[in-house]
């Protein structure tokens, strides 16, 4: 089931099973405990983010091959830091550059999972029966923070506002058995620029949330946001970063597309 999260034409917040590009169908419930799919269909007025995280959690260096092109080792343990909620941005709002971080803004794609129930000290055999479900995330970073001015940790520069984009739905397991085995990508202006699978990452979905999950209460609604494959664009020579008036574009097989434009801040 692709499952969105939406405004109607009046500016109320629903849940619904996607008919079309233009409606959906009403959801009675809650995603996170027991819902149904109604039969009433409603117009969708604006698209949101699927969920609204209580916690976003990220993975560095999750990929073999991106590990490769900026010259680090592969890590022994998941490499963890958090993106602030504020960060969070609906499917076709922008990604605003913000003025205290004007240059080297860079995309990655990810494939973001979301917990459905409590998990904690989860085994890893058992890991994916606490996935809610799947969708695209853009791990957006400031990388002149990242790696400058956050005092030596990656948060401040992967929190600013509108730097995580989620969307357009939310997949449920039944269509997504493995997620170790997606196509995934960013194209930017038309151009691909990050092009990998899921089956690239070092530590594989079921083994991140295990570990996440270790003496730590992962909370429904959390996000966890697996890492990015290569072709990030401080690592390009030369380097691409966002600018002004960029449209950047996150697929991933069996999910969908996410889009968003960019903007400086004014």
């Not at 290569?230 to 597309?257: H, M, S, W, Y």
């Amino acid at each position: 089931m692709k499952i969105i999260r939406f405004q109607d034409n009046a500016g109320d917040v629903h849940y619904g099973e996607r008919v079309d590009e233009g409606s959906a169908r009403l959801i009675e419930g809650t995603i996170f405990e027991t819902f149904r799919v109604t039969d009433r269909v409603v117009r969708i007025g604006k698209l949101l983010a699927p969920v609204e995280p209580r916690t976003i959690l990220c993975i560095g260096l999750n990929y073999r091959r991106h590990a490769e092109e900026t010259g680090a080792q592969l890590p022994e343990h998941p490499v963890l830091f958090i993106k602030a909620a504020n960060a969070l941005v609906h499917p076709g709002d922008p990604i605003v550059i913000p003025k205290v971080a004007p240059q080297q803004v860079d995309y990655e794609c990810e494939l973001a999972v979301v917990i459905g129930k409590p998990a904690k000290n989860v085994e890893r055999q058992h890991a994916l029966d606490y996935v809610l479900g799947y969708t695209c995330a853009n791990d957006v970073s400031a990388r002149r923070w990242q790696k400058e001015g956050g005092g030596k940790q990656w948060c401040r520069g992967k929190s600013f506002d509108t730097f995580c984009p989620l969307g357009p739905c939310l997949v449920t397991p039944d269509e997504v058995p493995d997620p170790n085995t997606l196509a995934i990508k960013t194209v930017l202006n038309d151009q691909t620029m990050q092009e990998s699978n899921t089956a690239d990452m070092i530590f594989d979905v079921p083994s991140l949330i295990s570990f996440l999950s270790q003496g730590t209460t992962l909370l429904p609604g959390t996000v966890i946001l697996t890492g990015t494959p290569q072709g990030v664009g401080f690592a390009r020579n030369p380097p691409v970063f966002l600018k002004n008036g960029d449209n950047v574009a996150i697929e991933i097989e069996r999910i969908g597309t996410l889009v968003n434009p960019v903007l400086e801040e004014t």
